[in-house]
């Protein structure tokens, strides 16, 4: 097996799934690439790592033949609420480095290319309630417009070029490891880091925003299990749907309020997100990713709730 090279491994997602690529594969076979983000002691420990930035081609090329790159899993984006705000280089970075990793991977053979997607592919003419995999795709935000290229030129090289790409639509993650604070969706992650610290905290989303949540542990596992599905079984390439739970801020915080009966939430919406999570599903059919490749998820609302409180009070104190 050749070398895995995982993009934006300082991010929330990728700080998790080098880890545990290294724990599935040999350490030294799985390569942190990262950009401006410094990596934490045990990433740097535990096998090689390399600076990358996904927007310069001829870098990318190289890393990928120095390294001996066989399959890439792409985890570098700048997600939604950021994306707004910064349009250029979201666009260099979501759609011009997406580019740069199919066609670098193409040119060079690469065995796999993993390249998540997101809820944010979907918009107001999608149905909202168990999403369909395959349906009205009509985003408008820079994110969810970068997400929709991504899958679409993934099928595009699986289809016309014969590259192995596979990718999720992966809903807001929560995880105590590292703090995403660029989404739409990370309130979530942001109400436990509150209820800690001060025992209160202001929503910026509507306390009725239903929207689909997963715990990092199942993300991780999909992603892991995705790659590992026999070629020949798949019959959607780049864009599966995957589901876990949905909750609202309301139920998340009475959630909350059970571990720590002293948490208050109030809310002040954000105009920009909320019209963001407005336009996303509610919940997602998974079908197709349960019988293509097995995805099932193990995390409830109530699991979530008590191992994010008990890992995040250790982290925090
Ligand atoms: N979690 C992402 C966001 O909120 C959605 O994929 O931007």
Request: charged residues 20%; negative net charge; contains cysteine.
């Amino acid at each position: 097996m050749d070398n895995i090279l995982v993009t934006g491994t300082a991010g929330q997602i990728g700080s998790e799934l080098v880890p545990a690529l290294r724990d599935n594969y040999d350490g030294d076979t799985v390569i942190a690439g990262w950009n401006k983000t410094p990596l934490s002691e045990d990433i740097l420990e535990t096998g090689p790592n390399v600076v990358l930035d996904v927007t310069d081609f001829n870098a990318l090329e190289k890393i990928v033949r120095d390294f001996k790159v066989g399959t890439i899993f792409h985890m570098s984006s700048i997600l939604s609420a950021t994306a707004e705000t910064i349009r250029t280089i979201a666009h260099d970075v979501n759609i011009n480095g997406t580019f740069n990793i199919l066609e670098c991977a193409y040119l060079n053979g690469l065995e796999k290319v993993i390249l998540p997607s997101s809820i944010a592919a979907f918009g107001d003419k999608t149905p909202r309630t168990r999403t369909p995999n395959d349906t009205i795709q009509n985003p408008d935000t820079v994110y969810g417009i970068s997400k929709v290229f991504g899958e679409l030129m993934g099928n595009y090289y699986h289809s016309k070029l014969g590259l192995d790409v596979r990718g999720i639509r992966l809903p807001g993650i929560i995880s105590w490891k590292t703090e995403p604070t660029a989404g739409t969706t990370d309130y979530a992650v942001a109400m436990f880091y509150e209820a800690i610290r001060k025992n209160s905290y202001e929503c910026y989303l509507a306390p009725d925003t239903a929207l689909p949540m997963m715990y990092m542990p199942d993300a991780i596992n999909a992603l892991i299990k995705l790659y590992q599905a026999d070629s020949q079984v798949l019959i959607h390439h780049s864009d599966f749907n995957i589901h876990a739970m949905t909750f609202t801020p309301d139920d998340l915080a009475r959630e909350i309020m059970k571990i720590n009966p002293r948490f208050e939430i109030s809310y002040k919406i954000d105009p920009v997100r909320q019209s963001m999570a407005d336009s996303w599903p509610i919940s997602l059919d998974d079908s197709k990713a349960r019988e293509e490749w097995g995805w099932e998820p193990e995390y409830t609302i109530q699991d979530l709730a008590e191992d994010m409180y008990l890992n995040l009070t250790k982290k925090l104190s």
